[in-house]
């Protein structure tokens, strides 16, 4: 079973930036595209970054320009720098593979206030 454990999550202002990382054991992470994705109380758990084997990127229009998904290979990590919070960023994330789930790991609450 694949093991994913995400961090860095807390509470932040408005405005503010926080830094979320993964980690991942127990496949080959070099070989898979990566995902972080987000549920919000009362809401489908949606993908809003994913990066791929060779480093591209795609991001939800929801997070455009502010959130930025990198990878380090060696380490086995992938990482989500969050800029220019919003209240609505409040959810749940989460890593994953992209479009090709495993297991989920317990994920990294994350709450914008105003």
């Known amino acids: 079973q694949v093991q994913l454990v995400e961090s860095g999550g807390g509470l932040v202002q408005v405005g503010g930036s926080l830094r979320l990382s993964c980690t991942i054991s127990g496949t080959t992470f070099r070989l898979a595209a990566i995902g972080w994705y987000r549920q919000a109380p009362g809401k489908q758990r949606e993908l809003i970054a994913q990066?791929?084997?060779?480093?591209?990127?795609r991001y939800s229009d929801s997070v455009e320009g502010r959130f930025t998904i990198s990878r380090d290979n060696e380490k086995n990590t992938a990482y989500l720098e969050m800029n220019s919070l919003k209240p609505e960023d409040t959810a749940r994330y989460y890593c994953?593979?992209?479009?090709?789930?495993?297991?989920w790991g317990q994920g990294t609450q994350v709450t914008v206030s105003s």
């Open positions: 990066i791929g084997l060779g480093g591209g990127t």
């Open positions: 994953n593979r992209a479009h090709a789930e495993w297991n």
